[in-house]
């Protein structure tokens, strides 16, 4: 008879945590749907002010910031970066060259777009995916971004780290293994600081990743990386 607070509290805590994750999936679906609408809704726009404009080329050539470099003098860049998202936002890194308009994109997410899994992966890891998910493209969900250039021998190592980490991360799970995770492996690897995740957002956790850094602008991976 003793150990039945401790099966009460053991059962409480488990029907806790799926309140939470019923809660996160209503968010999860509805916020879907608004996203859905407020990207129908801009790119119908888009495509009335300029017909010619196939909607690949909006998506998979997101505007630079300030001005074009010329050809051939582009900067290697890792861009963290946050945005919003049917829960609690996402976090993801865009990389490449400043005088490239296409950009690679890299982060950590449930391998759906149900939510579905989203609310399981709470619980128990669930399958994930690595490369972009929906609004990762479109710079006004953009919460926060720290953007770190390095050197062309260093970008190859940096840009190859992350494909491997692409790889091997086969499973997301909301308290442990998420998006912040993911972006703060590539931080670690090319010598920055990283905060803890914990119950950070997203956002929090990009603009904590710049500011525990001095919002350095360069890297240089250390001999050996």
């Known amino acids: 008879m003793q150990n039945i607070p401790t099966r009460v509290s053991g059962v409480r805590s488990v029907v806790t945590w799926c309140a939470v994750a019923i809660s996160l999936a209503v968010l999860a679906s509805t916020g879907q749907a608004q996203e859905r609408a407020k990207h129908a ?49 996402h976090a993801f890194i865009w990389y490449g060259r400043t005088d490239e308009r296409a950009v690679e994109v890299a982060g950590l997410h449930p391998a759906t777009e149900s939510p ?26 953009v919460t926060a971004h720290y953007r770190v250039y390095m050197s062309e021998p260093d ?12 790889e091997i991360s086969l499973l997301w799970h909301g308290p442990t293994y998420n998006c912040m995770t993911f972006i703060g492996a590539v931080a670690n690897y090319m010598g920055l600081k990283t905060p803890m995740t914990g119950l950070m957002y997203p956002e ?14 360069t890297v240089h991976l250390a001999a050996g990386s």
């Open 41 to 89: 809704a801009t790119g119908s726009m888009m495509a009335a002010a300029n017909p010619k404009q196939t909607a690949a080329e909006t998506s998979v050539t997101p505007p630079l910031e300030g001005k074009p470099v010329p050809k051939g003098k582009g900067r290697y860049y890792v861009d963290f970066r946050a945005r919003t998202a049917a829960s609690y936002g």
């Open 155 to 166: 970008a190859k190592k940096v840009f190859a780290y992350i494909k491997h980490l692409q």
């Open 204 to 217: 929090d956790y990009v603009n904590k990743l710049q500011e525990i850094n001095g919002n350095r602008k």
């Open 116 to 141: 579905i899994p989203y609310v399981i992966g709470h619980v128990v890891p669930v399958p994930a995916e690595t490369g972009p998910s929906y609004g990762d493209l479109d710079e006004q969900y």
